[in-house]
């Protein structure tokens, strides 16, 4: 029906090609295979889940969480929740749904209260963030926004003093405690809940499969829901999280200011530096992000956050408070650093790409960026996404010496415009789906031939997927015995990664 040539010439004509064209079309015949195998995998994946028993739901505190809050949601947040809710209330198996907004878009408020409904029918919920200043922040959010209700909220880290530890681990056993936010000292064995009926995680592709897995086992068929930052076009959402169902946070709270994002040469570099004095001098603090820790030889048009951080001694921003921050720094020495920062005792922050995600700083409103060429635009928007989170006219400044058009063309995409939606298009379309997440990341392994920018393919693999399973829903034809084969291998791999 498809009108694809068989494997073996297409292997063949892979390695010996006859003509051009049909090493085409031998690349259609594995890009569809291979796509084919992963929709059937994810529609296995979903079958799995609705085999499970959810815990019962049966009110709605949508309406008593909204009357608490003192601003209005977006319609985009009210349908998320929507989304969560009747997933909980209506469906027999548990929910397992991805909440997908951009920097800004108000995922905390939607998790805010799919834990008060989860709450008040007698559920416990946990949050797990991937760093402690990121789980202080929930906390002090959480705490905030449920202050006059009668949910209990605690916060569990690494860093949480023993005797705290003791009284938080006892109550969550007896069911006293029915909201905790923790990092992954939530996994710890010790940790035991009394009835775990709703289980979060925030920017999911910072933990693994198995980190995830050992927090979900600790309630019987908990609801889970899934928040991500990382604006991803719809299409591949559908495919690589094609086990979850979707919500997407498309509209910006009202307030939120446009960051003003600009390309600079390095020759502009000086005045770029008074820009930043005149920022501290207000009162602001400056994030400068750099693609390396240190220069190596094959690297040296590239600027490194250590040589950054001395070359800021020879300017005029000498005199300012700095800070140092890098993934190869220990996990303890990166969280004081950044707490530093967050506190106000530094005005710049000297960084690689560890900043990206999670920190929130209102007092930041410079962002700059080096060799700005390196990154891919959703990574730039991402960073940039660090600032403009309070009251005060936030910047972004790339820098690149980089001339080629292609490279330029990225970048003015960046100045253009502060969708991170419309963003990620653009990425996908220029570079392909590498640049939001790698192979590890998705959990999707070794793929090799397709392109998820053609859309075409993934439509045809879609229905092809849907016909398939309709005829044979659980693939145990003879003529789909090796399909099956195939997406049994698929699925191992997804566990492995």
Known sequence: Q????????????????????????????????????????????????????????QQDGT???????????????????????K??????????????????????AVAAAVCYTAVRNGLQAALMAPTEILAEQHYQTFSELLRNTDVQVGLLTGSTKAAEKRQIKTELAEGSLNLIIGTHALLSENVVFQRLGLVITDEQHRFGVAQRSALVAKGESPHILVMSATPIPRTLALMVFGDLDLSVLDELPPGRQKIHTYLIDSSKRARLFHFAEEQIRMGRQCYIVCPLVAQTDSELEMESAEEYLQKLQGSNLAPYAKGLLHGKMKPKEKEEVMRAFAQGKLQLLVSTTVIEVGVNVPNATLMIIENAERFGLSQLHQLRGRVGRGKSQSYCV???????????????AMCRTNDGFKIADEDLRLRGPGDFFGSRQSGIPGLKFSEFSNMLIIDRTQKAARMILKMDPDLSSAENRSLSAEVARLMEGFSEG
Do not use: Y
């Open 2 to 57: 498809e009108d694809l040539c068989g494997l073996g010439e297409a292997i063949r004509q892979v390695h010996f090609p006859d003509d051009l064209s049909k090493v085409q079309k031998a690349r259609e015949r594995l890009a569809f295979e291979e796509l084919l195998v992963l929709q059937l995998a994810m529609a296995r994946l979903k079958g799995l889940r609705s085999k499970k028993e959810a815990q019962p739901i």
């Open 63 to 85: 309406e008593e969480f909204l009357a608490l809050l003192p601003f209005r949601l977006t319609g985009a947040q009210k349908r998320a929740i929507d989304d969560c809710v």
């Open 87 to 108: 997933d909980m209330m209506v469906n027999p198996w548990p929910m397992n749904r991805l909440v997908q907004g951009d920097v800004g878009s108000g995922k905390t």
């Open 398 to 412: 790339m820098v690149s010496d980089n001339t080629s058009e292609t490279s330029r063309e990225r970048l003015q």
